[in-house]
Structures are given as structure tokens and as C-alpha cells.
């Protein structure tokens, strides 16, 4: 994953984890 994603810095790096657990759970409470 780090690979795919241009150089960032930390902060942004976190900021980005952050976006995606958010979305893969409300990914996953929506399916239900």
C-alpha cells in the first residue's frame, strides 16, 4: 500500500489510515 502512495508526510500518511478505517467501516456497518 505505502508503495502505491506518493511520498507524504506523517501527519498526512495518518490522516489517510484514518480516512480509510472510517470508510471500511462504515462499509461494513452499511452492508448489514
Same mark, same amino acid.
Given at each position: 500500500? $505505502? @508503495? $502505491? !502512495? %506518493? $511520498?507524504v &508526510?506523517?501527519? &498526512?500518511?495518518?490522516? /489517510? !489510515?484514518?480516512? /480509510?478505517? $472510517? @470508510? !471500511? %467501516? &462504515? !462499509? %461494513?456497518?452499511? @452492508?448489514?
Amino acid at each position: 500500500m $505505502s @508503495a $502505491s !502512495l %506518493r $511520498s507524504v &508526510d506523517g501527519q &498526512d500518511e495518518a490522516t /489517510i !489510515l484514518r480516512e /480509510i478505517q $472510517s @470508510a !471500511l %467501516r &462504515d !462499509l %461494513r456497518f452499511g @452492508a448489514v
